[in-house]
């Protein structure tokens, strides 16, 4: 009987044949992509763009238009089907278009910031995008990096990995090159395979790339690992809009309905003006406005520096009210220099400073600003020593240790934050390492005495021990790390950022709160506030935040703007919490462990220098550690969200008010007031004035604060407006009644002409929160909205118009309708400016 062989996973199997030192070359690499695809999760979620654009027609609303339209031509009428069909076609299309290269242009800027994977192609490194990494491929990493597909280890250098993506363990796991036992058939026994999507805590490697895309292991569970974002601020307004539009439509169209039944009017014509009526209720440029104004704000901040990755990420920006970051580089010039090597008594000390620049040379985890000023303050000669292990540095430890031995004598040094260092200490070295003297309360109060006193003259301070270990030792490990001498203290200065006073004043200004979360301790902290005038009203440390609830957290970080000692855990705590007190949050960081804060943020910020794993996160990339580039970004955020607003308000007052009066006309009307095709040229005409809305300027005051999309704000604004727009469509019913003595086609052209001049025109109004007449629009949204408005005046007098069922109009209709105009804008001018005073006085303010 033949045995079956058991099919082993691909880290235990030998690595495949064409392995090469020097890696793929440029034409194998062509040819693997042709046969595996990009390296993504599933293929083809681009759809063709025939497929995006038919999609367009999924709309409800617009293949229930089609149907009955279809209907229509089969009963005769064949240019009222044409004459829809026409109109659908080219809304359809303007949108498309408009959104199509919107998505491109901002495609664009966030393929400049992608994650590159780093090569050996021809035998020469080359940083390539991760799309394009093939099976075969060498890829060279070092921590920080984001490992781009599945393979199996081929040299390592103390390479520890963090895969707590696929397997929940949160601490790093080493990996080394070999085929592990047969037992290791779990991802988390495979000692020599890394996995797409885990990150480089530290250590470097080269590995070998053996599965890509959708046939890695996080490729196999891509749907059950990613989990939904919550939803942005802006997100849930519109959504809550979206419902609030949803039923007034439902409403109206149901009364319509009704009304026409009940006087017996004929059942197709009214249900397609009930549903063209829909069609001009509902907002369906909005999604072309939101992603054409947001890919022209995401343009103009690359100008200023700034990177969009998610285009919905600039409301949140303009939105955001507070701002979470660190103080490297931020508040400092990140520049940091070794000032003092003392000793635990404080007497400067050329030992501490061999022992400091030992744990720097041998440390292989990613270099921080602290161990590049030590490595370049003074060269000391190595020797004889050489590394025997290694234990990396992470934030809950605090601290790095390295195991070195020269031949005689084996140590373990251990560098890290100076209140850990000296808790795992029991001697400290009083004049050299031959004296050592116990580290009892008296003399562990001095040396407590002699650090803070360093950290509250704005020093950054590490604690430097060591301790002999065995000649035979041969790993280090965090049990070791205790039992210390210690050393002395390496002192660290990072001058404040000479900009950074200004910016943080200049976001002060504009309502945007800052929060320090650091993981320096507070001494520091607060020396650089006094020197850059930031007044501390609250601290909040690490262990504060370690003893209370989520509920004690949120009251505690309204109040506090310092949260120092904080681990990556705490600050996303913090994030958390500020979220749940209704605020709009932004995170500034650019460090390994900085990617939960940046995705816990309503917008995660980095900046270009950062590693992988925080770029990724980041929702948007700073090109350069200024706050005064953020500044830039927030007012332009602002600037964004009004023009979005201005269509949102436009869509629920004006051209709301009108819907609302065509379906009260049906009341009294023994014919339709507007037939079905008038009512969509109607609304494609009012799309078309609308369409530069994107490129139209914001009014100072308006970006002075921050805001959100607020439906109550919204609503009350439709109630107010919407009735204005109400009540001078009635006039004009009257006009043409009593005056004009209209016929049928006389109405329905007369009002048509009106309805949409008012609902064009007073865009003029309502784009502003002040005087018209001062704050004036783009040009060409002036040219665009009179051009439709003269349009709709000549219209009747074409031959198109005769198609649409439209007769001139009297020369007396025109001179009514310009007095009507005017007198309509100024009232609506009138309530606008009521209406805001009582928004402010309640706190509204269209969200803050």
């Given at each position: 009987m033949t045995q079956v062989p058991t099919l082993l996973p691909w880290w235990l199997e030998p690595p495949p044949g064409g392995a090469a030192a020097a890696g793929l070359s440029g034409i194998e690499a062509k040819a693997r992509a042709a046969r595996f695809g990009s390296n993504r999760f599933r293929e083809g979620q681009e759809k063709p763009l025939l497929l995006q654009y038919l999609g367009r027609f999924k709309n409800p609303l617009v293949l229930i238009l089609l149907a009955a339209s279809t209907v229509s031509a089969l009963t005769g009428e064949i240019t009222s089907f044409v004459i829809i069909a026409c109109i659908v076609l080219l809304s359809v299309t303007l949108d498309f278009v408009q959104e199509y290269r919107a998505n491109a242009a901002a495609e664009k800027l966030r393929q400049s910031v992608s994650v590159r994977a780093k090569l050996l192609r021809d035998g020469k490194p080359l940083a390539v995008a991760v799309l394009d990494v093939v099976p075969g491929d060498i890829v060279l990493l070092a921590a920080g990096d984001l490992i781009p597909a599945d393979g199996i280890v081929l040299e390592a250098n103390d390479f520890f990995v963090k895969q707590a993506l696929l397997t929940g363990e949160s601490y790093p796991v080493e990996k080394r090159p070999g085929v592990p036992p047969n037992t290791a058939t779990e991802l988390q026994d495979a000692g020599n395979a890394v996995f797409m999507g885990t990150s480089v805590i530290s250590g470097s490697a080269r590995m070998l790339v053996v599965k890509t895309g959708a046939h890695t292991a996080i490729g196999d569970i891509a749907d059950s690992v990613s989990r939904p974002s919550e939803p942005t601020s802006f997100e849930a307004g519109a959504r809550r809009f979206g419902m609030l539009i949803m039923r007034l439509t439902v409403l109206m169209v149901m009364f319509v309905l009704l009304v026409n039944t009940f006087f017996h009017k004929p059942w197709l014509e009214s249900f397609l003006f009930a549903v063209a009526l829909a069609v001009g209720l509902t907002p369906e440029l909005l999604p072309m406005v939101v992603s054409v104004t947001l890919s022209r704000g995401a343009l103009r901040m690359a100008k200023k520096h700034m990177i969009v990755k998610r285009l919905a990420a600039i409301q949140e920006l303009g939105s955001m009210d507070v701002l979470c970051t660190d103080k490297t580089g931020t508040l400092t010039e990140a520049k940091i220099r070794l000032e003092r090597h003392v000793d635990a008594q404080g007497r400067p000390s050329e030992r501490v400073l061999e022992l400091a620049y030992f744990n720097s040379f041998f440390e292989t985890g990613l270099k921080s600003p602290l161990d590049e000023a030590i490595l370049a303050h003074r060269h000391i000669d190595i020797g004889a020593w050489k590394k025997i292990d290694e234990v990396p540095f992470d934030f809950g430890r605090r601290r790095v240790s390295v195991l070195i031995d020269n031949g005689e004598t084996r140590w373990l040094v251990v560098k890290g934050a100076a209140d850990e260092i000296v808790g795992l200490c029991a001697r400290y070295e009083a004049a050299g390492a031959d004296r050592q003297l116990p580290l009892d309360d008296a003399a562990l109060n001095a040396v407590r005495d002699q650090y803070h006193a360093l950290?509250?003259?704005?020093?950054?301070?590490?604690?430097?021990?060591?301790?002999?270990?065995?000649?035979?030792?041969?790993?280090?490990?965090?049990?070791?790390?205790?039992?210390?001498?210690?050393?002395?203290?390496?002192?660290?200065?990072?001058?404040?950022?000479?900009?950074?006073?200004?910016?943080?004043?200049?976001?002060?200004?504009?309502?945007?709160?800052?929060?320090?979360?650091?993981?320096?301790?507070?001494?520091?902290?607060?020396?650089?506030?006094?020197?850059?005038?930031?007044?501390?009203?609250?601290?909040?440390?690490?262990?504060?935040?370690?003893?209370?609830?989520?509920?004690?957290?949120?009251?505690?970080?309204?109040?506090?703007?310092?949260?120092?000692?904080?681990?990556?855990?705490?600050?996303?705590?913090?994030?958390?919490?500020?979220?749940?007190?209704?605020?709009?949050?932004?995170?500034?960081?650019?460090?390994?462990?900085?990617?939960?804060?940046?995705?816990?943020?309503?917008?995660?910020?980095?900046?270009?220098?950062?590693?992988?794993?925080?770029?990724?996160?980041?929702?948007?990339?700073?090109?350069?550690?200024?706050?005064?580039?953020?500044?830039?970004?927030?007012?332009?955020?602002?600037?964004?969200?009004?023009?979005?607003?201005?269509?949102?308000?436009?869509?629920?007052?004006?051209?709301?008010?009108?819907?609302?009066?065509?379906?009260?006309?049906?009341?009294?009307?023994?014919?339709?007031?507007?037939?079905?095709?008038?009512?969509?040229?109607?609304?494609?005409?009012?799309?078309?004035?609308?369409?530069?809305?994107?490129?139209?300027?914001?009014?100072?005051?308006?970006?002075?604060?921050?805001?959100?999309?607020?439906?109550?704000?919204?609503?009350?604004?439709?109630?107010?407006?919407?009735?204005?727009?109400?009540?001078?469509?009635?006039?004009?019913?009257?006009?043409?009644?009593?005056?004009?003595?209209?016929?049928?086609?006389?109405?329905?052209?007369?009002?048509?002409?009106?309805?949409?001049?008012?609902?064009?025109?007073?865009?003029?109004?309502?784009?502003?929160?002040?005087?018209?007449?001062?704050?004036?629009?783009?040009?060409?949204?002036?040219?665009?909205?009179?051009?439709?408005?003269?349009?709709?005046?000549?219209?009747?007098?074409?031959?198109?118009?005769?198609?649409f069922g439209f007769v001139p109009p009297p020369v007396t209709f025109y001179f009514i309708l310009g007095v009507m105009v005017l007198v309509y804008l100024f009232v609506v001018e009138l309530a606008k400016q009521r209406f805001y005073r009582w928004a402010v006085a309640r706190g509204m303010s269209c969200g803050r």
């Open positions: 950290e509250e003259d704005g020093f950054r301070v590490l604690g430097i021990a060591w301790r002999q270990a065995p000649p035979d030792h041969p790993h280090a490990v965090v049990g070791d790390e205790s039992g210390l001498v210690l050393a002395g203290f390496a002192a660290f200065l990072d001058p404040p950022k000479a900009s950074a006073a200004s910016a943080l004043a200049a976001l002060d200004r504009v309502g945007v709160a800052i929060k320090i979360v650091t993981g320096d301790s507070d001494r520091v902290t607060r020396h650089v506030c006094a020197q850059l005038k930031i007044p501390v009203k609250g601290l909040l440390t690490g262990h504060e935040i370690a003893q209370i609830d989520d509920h004690a957290l949120q009251a505690g970080v309204e109040a506090a703007n310092l949260f120092c000692r904080v681990n990556p855990a705490q600050k996303e705590r913090v994030i958390r919490a500020l979220k749940a007190r209704g605020h709009v949050v932004g995170y500034l960081g650019d460090g390994i462990n900085d990617a939960p804060s940046l995705h816990a943020a309503d917008v995660g910020l980095s900046v270009d220098s950062a590693v992988d794993v925080a770029r990724e996160a980041a929702d948007m990339i700073l090109l350069q550690h200024d706050l005064h580039v953020l500044h830039a970004g927030v007012l332009e955020g602002r600037r964004t969200f009004g023009n979005i607003m201005k269509y949102i308000l436009m869509g629920t007052s004006s051209n709301f008010g009108n819907m609302f009066s065509m379906a009260g006309a049906a009341l009294f009307l023994p014919f339709l007031p507007m037939l079905p095709t008038q009512i969509l040229l109607n609304n494609i005409l009012y799309d078309l004035s609308e369409i530069p809305i994107p490129l139209d300027k914001v009014d100072a005051g308006e970006i002075r604060n921050p805001r959100v999309l607020d439906i109550d704000f919204v609503r009350n604004f439709m109630l107010v407006i919407g009735p204005i727009s109400s009540l001078f469509d009635f006039l004009t019913f009257y006009i043409m009644l009593v005056v004009l003595h209209a016929d049928e086609k006389l109405f329905q052209t007369g009002w048509f002409v009106e309805s949409l001049c008012t609902q064009v025109l007073v865009i003029f109004i309502i784009r502003t929160r002040g005087n018209p007449l001062k704050s004036h629009p783009h040009p060409i949204l002036m040219a665009t909205s009179l051009g439709i408005v003269g349009l709709a005046a000549l219209l009747p007098f074409t031959p198109l118009g005769v198609h």
